[in-house]
Each structure stands twice: as structure tokens, then as C-alpha cells.
């Protein structure tokens, strides 16, 4: 099996992890904002055209949560003009779309983990774009993988995990919400379940078969809440330490020792965010028989990648 996919958003945190991923699965062409923007429709239109790609995996976004109620139309042509234009030409073409959405498509108020068939009532711009994109992939004819994800953070890019270490070096405690719930999902091992479904898919594809539509939900298992997730980044940074670091802040001592936690509503932003983001992978097991790992030990890996 050779495929020719086509990566946007390269420089992401999904992005450049899902080009050491797909290598094996063929012919990968990874562009950068700097390649495509994709506030340029027309540029994406013409791009997806040219490259002649059999899969798009569109792992570019505008995620500026709070910034996005101040910017809603360009947040609207990333996040949902650009992935319909690339979703109008794959249906011409016959290709595959995988497009990565957000559990801020729900409003939090559910009791338990959402499914994929749960309604949806996005709280702020960022979710109501995100939404907006995947009515327009599916009302467009193209095939398409809708995958649904929570919380997501790498040891490289703008990040929560990254911010917390920052934080840590300058106070001695840490302020963090402790009444949202969610499960943080390292971008490694996204790329990595990305690229089972990929590949999986495709040999279906090519045994005669279609290729297999479907909105799935893609996180890690269990859950936290955000002075959790804070936590456990201080504890694991700690536990680590003897082992060989690198500069930055990845080395060397913390100040922080305990995170604080408080309400949403002590926290100021200018973007409503859903109290309960946990959401179900049952679906995608059942359909690609991928298992998503524990957060914990996710969080644990990606410290091990950043120190070692």
C-alpha cells in the first residue's frame, strides 16, 4: 500500500508528529501555514486540486479560544470555510478528509462522557466554528473522518503543559480551574490513532470497499480537571529530574510544589468553556479497534520524550 497525503498545519502540534506517522504509509506532501494559509480559500481550493491527494488530513486550526470572540469571522473561515472548500474537491476527486473537531461542540452540562450522536450546543466562537465545519464536510459528498478530541498538548508549541511549566518558575503556587473536566490527550499519540485509521481504512478502500464516513470521538481515556492535569505535570516534572535534562523548561527546579483550585467563574476569560469535556471513544474501537491510553500514562511518556 503506497498513499499520496497531503498534511495541514504541519508546524502543529498534531501536524508535525502526523509526518513521522504517515511516512510509512506513502507519499506525504506537509505544508506549513507559511505554504497555506488557510484564510486564503481560494489558495486552499487550488492546493487540494493540485496535489492530487487521495488523503487530507487537515491538522490546521485557528485555536485561539479567547481570541476568536474578538475575531469570529477569521476564526470562521479557518476553522469552517477552509475545511469545506477542501471538502468540495475531495468530493470531485473521490478522496478522504480527516478533519480533527473539538469537544467544545458540546456544552458541558451532560453527566457523563458525550457520545457522537449527543446534541450539540457550542458555548463560544471557536466551538460554533468548529461545528459550522463539520456540517459543511458532511452535507458536501466528500468521504470524510470527523475526529472529535480533548485538551490536546505536545512538549513542543503553545500548550498547557508547557504554559504550566513556565508558570512553575515563577510562583511558588499555581491558580488553575478545578470545575472543568476533561481528558488531556498528548498529540503524539493522536497522530499515532490517526494513522491505525488511515491505514485501516485504506486497505478496505482498496480491497473494493468505500472509504468509511464517520464523526468519532478521539481522546485520551479517563479524566481530570485542569488543576488535575497541573498537578500531575508538577508531580511527573519532579519524579524525573535525575534523569538528564535538557535547558529551557524542561530543566531544572520548579518553584511551584501545589496547584490551588478554583471556580470557572474566578477564572476571567473572555470565552465560555463547557464544564464537562469528557468524552466516549466507544465508536472508534468498535469501528478501527483503537484503545486510547490512560492520560496519565500519556502525560508521563511525553515527560520522558521532553527530559530524557
Not at 474537491?89 to 478528509?97: F, P
Not at 478530541?149 to 512538549?155: C, K, S
Not at 478545578?178 to 490517526?194: C, M, S, V
Not at 534523569?243 to 501545589?258: C, I, K, Q, S, V
Amino acid at each position: 500500500m503506497s498513499l499520496r497525503l497531503l498534511i495541514t498545519g504541519a508546524n502543529g502540534q498534531i501536524g508535525w508528529h502526523l509526518q513521522r506517522t504517515l511516512a510509512p504509509l506513502g507519499e506525504v506532501v506537509a505544508l506549513t501555514r507559511d505554504q497555506l494559509d488557510l484564510a486564503d480559500l481560494d489558495a486552499v481550493t487550488r492546493t487540494i486540486h493540485d496535489s492530487q491527494a487521495e488523503i487530507v488530513v487537515n491538522a490546521a486550526a485557528y485555536t485561539a479560544v479567547d481570541k476568536a470572540e474578538s475575531e469570529p469571522e477569521v476564526a470562521r473561515t479557518i476553522n469552517a470555510a477552509a475545511p469545506a472548500r477542501m471538502a468540495e474537491e475531495l468530493a470531485r476527486s473521490g478522496g478522504l478528509l480527516i478533519h480533527y473537531s473539538t469537544d467544545y461542540v458540546f456544552d458541558g452540562t451532560k453527566a457523563g462522557p458525550y457520545e457522537e450522536s449527543d446534541t450539540t450546543a457550542p458555548l463560544n466562537v471557536y466551538g460554533r466554528t468548529k461545528l459550522e465545519s463539520e456540517q459543511a464536510i458532511v452535507s458536501s459528498g466528500c468521504a470524510y473522518i470527523l475526529l472529535r478530541t480533548t485538551w490536546v498538548y505536545d512538549i513542543r508549541g503553545k500548550n498547557f503543559l508547557r504554559t504550566v511549566l513556565r508558570l512553575a518558575r515563577q510562583k511558588e503556587e499555581l491558580r488553575m480551574v478545578g470545575d472543568q473536566f476533561g481528558a488531556p490527550t498528548w498529540a503524539r499519540t493522536l497522530a499515532e490513532a490517526t494513522t491505525v485509521l488511515i491505514a485501516k481504512s485504506a486497505e478496505r478502500h482498496a480491497a473494493g470497499g468505500s472509504w468509511q464516513n464517520g464523526i468519532y470521538h478521539l481522546t485520551a481515556a479517563g479524566q481530570t480537571s485542569w488543576a488535575g492535569f497541573a498537578q500531575a505535570i508538577l508531580e511527573d516534572y519532579e519524579s524525573l529530574l535525575d534523569w538528564p535534562a535538557d535547558t529551557g523548561e524542561f530543566g531544572g527546579p520548579l518553584m511551584a510544589r501545589r496547584v490551588v483550585p478554583i471556580t470557572s467563574d474566578q477564572y476571567l476569560a473572555a470565552a465560555r468553556r463547557p464544564r464537562n469535556s469528557v468524552l466516549c471513544n466507544s465508536r472508534i474501537q468498535a469501528a478501527f479497534g483503537i484503545t486510547m491510553p490512560d492520560w496519565r500514562g500519556q502525560l508521563r511518556l511525553a515527560m520522558q520524550e521532553a527530559i530524557r
